[in-house]
């Protein structure tokens, strides 16, 4: 599937555009085209990106049309109404669920067997919308899921203890927002259980936990929206898929 195309829907918006750089600088793929309402937007995005690719391999960055999906291309969805400050990912359901009804009825109108990826949120319940909507097999239907939250638990793990986060294993599960949780009895740090690594004190579990589920929140008070952390996890799924990665 290397030589497969990579859509991301909604690339005039911050969190379309840094996936598609991600999926571009990372060179994931060679060929990467952005749609998006907001044309004049989305060519511009595509120009900036393109240039980025000067120091690749030879990844082409393009706006395109739903009509260019072919069997097996790997469709990204990120649009949707934002998040606001002190708004829940659930406050965004009713009308997310609209728009991805729109899109992905779009996507499937070419009648090609592709992969969708939902990124906007509320991302579970949407991947679900997408699932029901494309009548795809659930194998071909993925949502980012909590791979951002575990993220975001490895970086504050490896700082308070002061090691390498690629050193941390660590996932937080249940669904993305509030109600996730993570899984610290199964955590290691270099394969060490993270309760008998040195310098771990079980009072931290509280606080740290409490900063993942905040994480979002304070990123989008203080600059409107996230999209670094959430962008290189589109690269590194679309990654997993692309290259068999058995991850």
Same mark, same amino acid.
């Given at each position: 599937?290397?030589?497969?195309?990579v859509?991301v829907i909604?690339?005039? &918006?911050? =969190?379309? +555009?840094?996936?598609?750089?991600?999926?571009?600088?990372k060179?994931?793929?060679?060929?990467? /085209? %952005?749609? @998006?309402?907001?044309?004049?937007?989305?060519?511009?995005?595509?120009?900036?990106?393109?240039?980025?690719t000067a120091?690749?391999?030879g990844?082409h960055?393009?706006v395109?049309d739903?009509h260019?999906i072919?069997?097996?291309?790997i469709?990204?969805?990120?649009?949707?109404?934002?998040q606001?400050?002190?708004?829940?990912?659930?406050?965004?359901?009713?009308?997310?669920?609209?728009i991805?009804?729109d899109v992905? &009825?779009k =996507?499937? +109108?070419?009648?090609?067997?592709?992969?969708?990826?939902?990124?906007?949120?509320?991302?579970? /319940? %949407?991947t @679900?919308v997408?699932?029901?909507?494309?009548?795809?097999?659930?194998?071909?239907?993925?949502?980012?899921?909590?791979?951002?939250?575990?993220?975001r638990?490895?970086?504050?793990?490896?700082?308070n203890?002061?090691?390498?986060?690629?050193?941390?294993?660590a996932f937080?599960?249940?669904?993305h927002?509030d109600?996730?949780?993570?899984?610290?009895?199964n955590?290691t740090?270099d394969?060490?259980?993270l309760a008998d690594?040195?310098g771990?004190d079980?009072?931290m579990?509280?606080?740290i936990?409490d900063d993942?589920?905040a994480?979002?929140y304070?990123?989008?008070?203080a600059k409107?929206?996230t999209y670094?952390g959430?962008?290189n996890v589109?690269a590194k799924?679309?990654?997993a898929?692309?290259?068999?990665r058995?991850?």
């Amino acid at each position: 599937m290397q030589k497969r195309t990579v859509f991301v829907i909604g690339a005039g &918006g911050m =969190v379309g +555009a840094t996936a598609a750089q991600a999926l571009a600088i990372k060179e994931i793929v060679s060929d990467i /085209v %952005l749609i @998006d309402v907001a044309e004049e937007l989305v060519h511009g995005q595509a120009m900036d990106i393109n240039h980025a690719t000067a120091f690749t391999d030879g990844v082409h960055v393009r706006v395109g049309d739903y009509h260019e999906i072919k069997e097996d291309d790997i469709v990204v969805i990120t649009c949707g109404i934002a998040q606001k400050p002190g708004q829940s990912r659930r406050e965004l359901l009713a009308v997310n669920a609209d728009i991805i009804t729109d899109v992905a &009825g779009k =996507v499937m +109108a070419q009648g090609k067997p592709v992969f969708i990826l939902m990124v906007a949120n509320p991302v579970d /319940v %949407l991947t @679900d919308v997408a699932l029901r909507v494309s009548g795809l097999p659930k194998e071909r239907v993925f949502g980012t899921g909590t791979t951002l939250d575990s993220a975001r638990l490895c970086v504050t793990l490896a700082h308070n203890l002061h090691v390498s986060q690629q050193a941390v294993q660590a996932f937080i599960l249940g669904e993305h927002g509030d109600s996730s949780f993570p899984a610290l009895s199964n955590a290691t740090v270099d394969g060490i259980p993270l309760a008998d690594f040195p310098g771990f004190d079980p009072a931290m579990i509280e606080d740290i936990s409490d900063d993942i589920r905040a994480a979002a929140y304070r990123i989008i008070e203080a600059k409107k929206s996230t999209y670094y952390g959430i962008g290189n996890v589109v690269a590194k799924i679309v990654e997993a898929l692309t290259h068999d990665r058995h991850s």
